[in-house]
């Protein structure tokens, strides 16, 4: 139990490196588990749903070390099926082992992860589209049950091109006979990783990033090393803090092509962005002006960086429409940054943000990981102090937050505390 304390009014200056994609991470652990082989992932980010997919691991039977460099998996011991819900209920990420599972095993035994702080969070995707690969499916006690006597390859046409389903299909596939073709897949920077990783292994992919990816079924894969993509939306959170605090920073050690359409809101809302092959300049201060944001599966503008944008959009002139397309349940913050004097009204899925807000320092919680990050932006920006409970969330994602921002300038504490108040909710 822990929580923030900030005093804001300090522009953020220097450089910060960023950790590897957590989004990307824990599906290559998972994927670790269709290999009799040792993996090595190098760039691991060290933060509680990394140590949560270790457990998940575990509990199913491999070997993980976990280690300041590197996280070594060895999955070659005789593996369990099941994966128990105290471990799905701590991170729905968890389901991403049913592929690798069933494509291993034959089977999976999976608790239902139920619904979370930004929406119920549906897996009929991942569960139509694993049937279509000739898996059976059926629910008891709060468990999904899938089971074959072997996957073949087929034509997945996806509703909407989910990030987790796209990922279980394409490990499943990758150890199922013939050839599997996903229409309307995802097409994220963490997908490409995964289908690096994968190809690494042995695997037949190709199309990772379109729309369309082809996975042919080999016999077997074996151990790889890799290096995970680097975390666009910490990338993208850190920009907005140096907007924020009308600072000068460095982001380094990303990709600036996977954060194309936030970079060009940003320079529309006046925020000076200079791109490097492997990192960017980002200076505020000035005016701002109001822009509209609409979220949308990649390449549109990411449903992760919402929050700390709607942030910005507080402090610029003007009035700006923020509408979320992927969550249902994305605005839960906003009643938190309006007690520190944003004027936000929330109707359905639109937010409308009325800029011009001074903000002032208070006592806020963190409903969930990505809303969090956004109100520690919010302190920084606001006169006098703030504090931040609930931050066992940013834990979830974000690796040595606090630390970042100190060597950036920034003053933030974490204080422990035997406040009740400030335990942590499960889930999203
Ligand atoms: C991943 O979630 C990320 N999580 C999310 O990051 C991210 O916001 C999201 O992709 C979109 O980019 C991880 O990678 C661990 P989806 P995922 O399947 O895979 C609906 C963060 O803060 N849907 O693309 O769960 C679903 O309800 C997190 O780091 C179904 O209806 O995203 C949602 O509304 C939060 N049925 C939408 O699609 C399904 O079977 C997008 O979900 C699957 C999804």
Redesign the pocket.
Known sequence: MAKYVINGGFPLAGAVRISGA??SA??LMAASLMTTGKVTLHNVPLIKDVFTMADVLREIGADVTIGPDSVEIDASGELSHTTPYELVRKM??SITVMGPLLARLHRARVAMPGGCN?????????LSSLEKLGARIHADHGFINVATNGLTGDVISLD??????TENVMMAACLAKGRTVIESA?R?P?IIDLAKFLTSMGANISGAGSNTIVIEGVEELGGATHTVVPDR?EAGTFMVAAAVTEGDIEVEGINPLHLEIFISKLRAIGVDIKEFDHSVRCRGGGEYSSTDISTL??PGF???LQAPMIVLLSLARGHSIVTEN???NRFGFVDELNRLGANVRVSGHHAVVHGGSRLEGTIVEAPD??AGAALVLAGMAASGTTEIGHIGHIDR?YENFELKLQALGADIQRVETSDRSHFIAPF?
């Open positions: 957590k989004n824990l599906k729905r990420a930004i929406g119920p969070r549906q897996i009929n995707f991942h909407y091109p989910s990030v987790g389903a995802a994220e963490e939306v599966p990649h990411p449903t992760d992927v969550f249902e990981l990505r994602g999203n």
